[in-house]
C-alpha cells in the first residue's frame, strides 16, 4: 500500500507566524511520530501518538510547538510564533502496532523561517 | 544521556568495493534494537537492516549486514559490492523495548565512485 505521505513538502514563513504541517501514516498503522532534523544532523524525537493520544511528548523543544491526530491517523504538528531556530525538515515516521519496532519514514516538510 | 556515536562523517567506496560504517551506541537497557537507516537527498529515510539485541546471531539484508558487538556496544554496517546507488546519508539509531522513539546519530556520508 501506499507509504506515509507528508504535505507540504515545503514551508517557507515569516517569523512569528504560524504553521501546520500534516501527516499521514500508513494505513492501519496506529503508532505515529514526528521528528525534527536540523542541517546536518540526525533527527530528533518530538512526540510519539499511539492511537488518539500521545503517549510521549518529551521531545518538543518548547509550548510554541503541539500535535494532535484526533481520529488516530492522520497528525498535524502546529508551530506558533515561528522563529528561524525553527528551520529545518520535520520528519514523520509510522509503525504497525505497539509491539512493532520499525518505523517507515515519510519524506518530510521541509520548514525555512525568514 | 543516551547516544548514537558516528565517527566518520563522510567515507567513500569505489563501485563494487564494500565499506564499513561505523556506530557506537550507550544505553543501560538490555531490551532495545538497533538500526540502520539510509537517506538519499530526497530525504526520505528508509531502512536497510535492523537488529535486535537478543539476537547474537548478525542481521543481513542481501548486500548489506551488520557486526553487532553487543559487549563492546558497536553497530557496525558493511555494503558488499557497492553500488552508485547506495550513496546517501546513514543513520545508525536505536529504540528501547518496542513502540518507543529512535535515537540517531549524526550520519555519515558514503560517495560511491568509478
Known amino acids: 500500500g501506499a507509504g506515509v505521505s507528508q504535505t507540504p513538502s515545503n514551508k517557507v514563513t515569516e517569523k512569528g507566524k504560524y504553521v501546520e504541517l500534516r501527516c499521514d501514516p500508513i494505513?492501519?498503522?496506529?503508532?505515529l511520530y514526528w521528528y525534527r532534523q536540523s542541517l546536518g544532523q540526525g533527527p530528533e524525537f518530538l512526540i510519539y501518538?499511539?492511537?488518539?493520544?500521545?503517549?510521549?511528548d518529551s521531545g518538543l523543544p518548547n509550548d510554541r510547538f503541539f500535535a494532535v491526530r484526533p481520529e488516530g491517523s492522520v497528525s498535524t504538528l502546529k508551530i506558533q510564533r515561528t522563529e528561524r531556530g525553527d528551520s529545518a525538515v520535520y520528519l514523520c515516521a509510522s509503525s504497525s502496532n505497539p509491539r512493532e519496532e520499525t518505523q517507515y519514514f515519510g519524506p518530510g516538510t521541509r520548514l525555512l523561517v525568514l | 544521556a543516551q547516544t548514537v556515536t558516528q565517527s566518520q562523517p563522510e567515507m567513500s567506496v569505489q563501485e563494487a568495493e564494500t565499506v564499513t560504517l561505523s556506530c557506537t551506541y550507550d544505553?543501560?537497557?538490555?531490551?532495545?534494537?538497533l538500526f540502520w537507516y539510509k537517506q538519499p537527498p530526497s530525504r526520505q529515510m528508509i531502512l536497510v537492516i535492523r537488529?535486535?539485541?537478543?539476537?547474537?546471531q548478525n542481521a543481513t539484508e542481501n548486500r548489506f549486514s551488520v557486526n553487532f558487538q553487543k559487549a563492546a556496544k558497536s553497530f557496525s554496517l558493511k555494503i558488499s559490492d557497492s553500488q552508485l546507488g547506495d550513496a546517501a546519508m546513514y543513520f545508525c539509531?536505536?529504540?528501547?523495548?518496542?513502540?518507543?522513539?529512535?535515537?540517531f546519530g549524526t550520519g555519515t556520508r558514503l560517495q560511491v565512485t568509478l
Open positions: 494505513s492501519g498503522h496506529t503508532a
Open positions: 537488529q535486535e539485541a537478543y539476537k547474537q
Open positions: 539509531a536505536y529504540t528501547i523495548g518496542t513502540a518507543s522513539k529512535l535515537t
Open positions: 501518538f499511539q492511537g488518539t493520544g500521545a503517549a510521549d
Open positions: 544505553t543501560s537497557e538490555s531490551d532495545y534494537y
